[in-house]
């Protein structure tokens, strides 16, 4: 039974019609990657699932449940939390403040604590009372997965978390995610580097012009399906 | 006008920029006719009227010139009483001690007003947004409390204009023998005339502006500063064109105003109510960001006035009621409302691009 | 020397007042970008809600506020929801014009309330109360208590933006409103639970203005200048910079009286217009807006 369900998701902004009929499932514990090109709709379908894009109520289930009617602000309480590509921290929060924040409105209960977060990214308690923008690229990435944990997500949103930074850091966050991955969260990864992404995740979804171009397994898909889904042959 | 369907040009096809279409043209010819016929309104017209519509151009000229910076280049001031007061002290400077014609003394206030408005603008100028306005609603009340300083203009209780200075005014005996008429309704057609001239000036004169280059970058300005800035329009001279340029037509307009009244105090020509609160309803209402908006929203407001202001406070009331209802529902105003219904526009001020005979509305 | 000295001490409890003004102007700019024209009109509204508690209840002002405080922290909510949120966005003349025209009420409609009388809040003897400090210079318990009232909400603002979990929601939806939301946090009842906390700082300041002098349905748009002239000269994003302005707000006004009384309000206005002209970004300037 999916954990979270996408039914003909359709988003607009304004006019604009950025998603076209997006059909998704992911099933609790599995690990999801949205792959595509520029433009694609990937972050739009983030956003749209976490409530920041208007959405047809029944397009987006949760448990079973239509959530598509519900502001952002309900919607991780639920249970479903958004790390907002390009970080995105408080600048004028601490370091510890971003953290405790991502925690506000906690209604469920759960694994991650203050202690847990510092516990998965060691660096993040060294600078606990540092302004946010005093961290470096990293460590930010780290602070704002870190601030979508303390909501105790069960599905955790990712847009774009390698973005801007360099390989060796990006091994460093993408070995953290077995560790989130135990603690009973499922994943949806929007990714560029799709190496990465196809690495980790149990199904690939390949988003072109705002419409599905690709599903599968990732052992089952050739780099001939995925260039051609990606560029449109 | 046929839109195209998918904004997205064919090949080879011709671009360029248009403002007027071809219903503007008429409407140029017919706004050219009105201004005759209301030239040629004395003739007929009671005095009743003269001083109804003396007051309504001025109020109309007014909120073209609040338009122009808060509706096109996102100037917002709550401060243009100044200018209004400054204008029609000046009036009263320049007749009652240099003896000069009150007609002379009009464009005299127009440039007194600014060159006061340059070094206002280097200092408002340094608050942005929101903090601009109330910065420009000081300077106005410094403005008020020096002229309650000079004795010399009534002080604080302020004074008249001498029956001396208003009834020798350039033409009146003219106008008497042509309209057979007594002095003071021969001094209200002159009024009447000047306040029609300074009307019809503003409207040109935005109309002209909005439509030159500099326009285009008070689009641009509007929309986002960032984006001026790319376009490598240098925002801050610019602004402080506009701004100069308004305060020089509103203290002319400001200088008329006290040439009708022929009395002056400084609580009442530097008023925050009646020469920015009203100007503001009336752009709000018509519609901001367009030409067409503040000529019905001063009909409007010259029609309520009318019939209302008797009310006192409940009409007060109203206005700033009316004001947030058309704010929160109908932001672009009765004009912008009955724009986007039926695709109209009598004096485009907003480029559209031009695809071969297709157009579309430029975004 | 006495006079000067005198002056400098009056001007500072003056700046009190202001600072209480500038207080609430400080904090809803702060944390909803809102730059509110209202503002003094809300003041005086407050003056007239306690003056109505205090005469029906027969409650002394200083209690009356007490009762009052819920009531305009409720009023505030209320407006903040229903009409201030719908304007704010990308484009500043909404809230401007919308706040502006909610002056214009708030003025129109308490004179058809309470006519232009001048009203004054009574509290029997500390309204005279002075404390002698010798050499001919007395301080006033009024304004005394005016200023430190000023200090303590400083201190309890600062406590409550830094300290607690409600003004980290505060700073962190000033920051970013939509990343905010993604926190489970509501922009839209933050937003008014702010101008809930800032009408209780307008009760404080409605209280000593009614106190220490007279007022009625129109001073309201005067104690918006100032309040603005406050929180520009001490420089924005900070609450104890809105004091700084204050005080040197109010001993502009305060010498520029004594040199001639008609100068009091233009003093001010040219202090701050030089503050200005110098130091744009104001004389203690905090955060980077």
Not at chain 1, 56 to 83: N, T
Not at chain 3, 136 to 147: D, E, K, N, S
Not at chain 3, 166 to 172: I, N, V, W
Request: charged share 15%; aromatic share 10%.
């Amino acid at each position: 039974m999916a954990l979270l369900e996408t039914c003909n998701l359709q988003a607009f902004y304004g006019d604009f019609q950025a998603l076209y009929g997006i059909d998704t499932r992911l099933e609790a514990g599995e690990t999801i990657a949205i792959i595509g090109a520029n433009g694609a709709g990937k972050s739009t379908f983030l956003k749209a699932v976490a409530g920041l894009v208007r959405r047809p109520a029944a397009s987006v289930l949760f448990d079973r449940q239509p959530i598509g009617a519900l502001s952002a602000a309900d919607v991780v309480k639920l249970g479903i939390a958004l790390v907002p590509e390009g970080r995105r921290l408080f600048p004028s929060l601490s370091v510890e403040e971003n953290l405790l924040i991502g925690g506000h409105g906690r209604k469920l209960g759960g694994p991650w604590t203050l202690d847990r977060v510092y516990s998965l990214f060691p660096i993040l308690k060294e600078r606990r009372s540092q302004a946010a923008p005093t961290l470096s690229g990293g460590q930010q990435q780290m602070a704002a997965i870190g601030r979508a944990l303390m909501s105790n997500p069960r599905v955790l949103l990712c847009d774009e978390i390698s973005l801007g930074l360099a390989p060796i850091i990006i091994a460093d966050i993408y070995a953290t995610l077995p560790r989130i991955k135990a603690e009973g969260t499922s994943v949806v990864l929007v990714e560029q580097d799709i190496a990465q992404a196809i690495k980790v995740s149990d199904r690939v979804y390949c988003f072109q012009e705002g419409r599905l171009s690709l599903v599968g397994r990732p052992r089952e898909l050739t780099r001939e399906q995925i260039h051609d889904a990606y560029f449109g042959s | 006008m046929r839109a195209m369907k998918d904004g997205r040009p064919a090949s080879g096809q011709m671009f360029s920029v248009a403002t007027s279409g071809g219903g503007s043209r008429a409407a140029l010819a017919a706004a050219a006719a009105i201004l005759i016929m209301l030239a040629a309104l004395p003739a007929f017209a009671a005095r009743n009227l003269i001083q109804d519509l003396i007051f309504l151009f001025y109020m109309l000229a007014l909120a073209q010139c609040w338009n122009l910076l808060a509706g096109f280049s996102g100037l917002i001031s709550v401060g243009q009483q100044a200018f209004v007061g400054l204008g029609g002290y000046m009036l009263f400077a320049l007749t009652l001690f240099a003896g000069l014609d009150p007609l002379l003394a009009i464009p005299l206030a127009g440039v007194v007003c600014a060159t006061f408005a340059l070094p206002t603008a280097l200092i408002v100028f340094r608050l942005r947004g929101a903090y601009f306005a109330i910065g420009t609603w000081v300077v106005a009340e410094v403005y008020r409390l020096v002229f309650a300083q000079f004795k010399g203009l009534g002080g604080g209780t302020g004074t008249s204009l001498a029956p001396s200075v208003t009834s020798t005014v350039f033409g009146i005996e003219w106008v008497k023998a042509l309209f057979d008429v007594r002095t003071p309704a021969a001094r209200d057609i002159i009024s009447y005339w000047g306040a029609l001239v300074l009307m019809a000036g503003t409207l040109v004169f935005v109309y002209a502006v909005l439509r030159s280059r500099r326009g285009l970058a008070l689009g641009a300005i509007r929309d986002q500063e960032a984006a001026a800035a790319g376009l490598g329009v240098d925002i801050y001279r610019t602004k402080r064109a506009v701004y100069v340029a308004a305060a020089a037509m509103t203290g002319m307009i400001g200088a008329l105003i006290y040439l009708q009244k022929a009395r002056i105090s400084p609580d009442a020509a530097f008023s925050v109510l009646d020469w920015t609160a009203y100007v503001i309803f009336i752009v709000v209402i018509g519609g901001i960001g367009t030409m067409e908006g503040p000529v019905i929203g001063a009909i409007i407001f010259y029609l309520l006035q009318r019939y209302l202001a008797d009310f006192g406070a409940w009409y007060l009331i109203l206005l700033g009621t009316l004001a947030i209802a058309v704010m929160l529902f109908a932001p672009r105003g009765l004009w912008g409302f009955v724009a986007e219904r039926f695709r109209v526009t009598l004096f485009p001020t907003r480029r559209r691009l031009v695809i071969g005979a297709d157009e579309v509305k430029g975004g | 020397m006495t006079g000067a000295l005198d002056a400098v001490i009056q001007g500072v409890l003056l700046g009190g007042l202001y600072a209480l003004f500038a207080a609430g102007l400080s904090l809803i700019f702060g944390v909803m970008r809102l730059v509110n024209l209202a503002h003094g009109d809300l003041i005086v509204l407050a003056a007239f809600v306690i003056l109505v508690v205090a005469e029906k209840l027969g409650l002394d002002p200083f209690a009356a506020v007490l009762v009052a405080a819920p009531i305009l922290f409720a009023i505030g909510f209320v407006l903040q929801h229903v009409l201030l949120n719908r304007t704010l966005g990308r484009d500043l003349l909404p809230p401007l014009l919308v706040t502006f025209g909610l002056s214009i009420i708030i003025q129109n409609g308490l004179l058809q309330l309470f006519s232009a009388d001048s009203e004054r809040l009574r509290s029997g003897a500390i309204e005279t109360a002075s404390i002698a400090l010798g050499g001919g210079i007395a301080i006033g318990v009024v304004p005394l208590l005016t200023l430190l009232s000023a200090v303590a909400v400083i201190v309890i603002l600062n406590l409550i933006f830094y300290r607690t979990p409600l003004g980290r929601a505060f700073r962190a939806t000033s920051d970013d409103p939509e990343v905010a939301q993604l926190m489970g946090i509501d922009h839209n009842r933050i937003f008014a639970t702010a101008m809930g906390l800032a009408f209780v700082v307008i009760a404080i300041a409605a209280l000593y203005l009614g106190l220490r002098a007279n007022f009625d349905p129109t001073i309201g748009p005067a104690r918006l200048l100032y309040a603005f002239e406050a929180v520009i000269i001490g420089g924005l994003g900070s609450f104890w910079g809105t004091l700084a302005g204050g005080i040197v707000l109010g001993l502009a006004q305060t010498i520029g009286a004594r040199i001639d009384p008609e100068w009091q309000i233009l003093s001010g206005h040219l202090a701050f217009l030089a503050v200005l002209a110098i130091r744009p970004r104001g004389l203690f300037p905090r955060a980077l807006d």
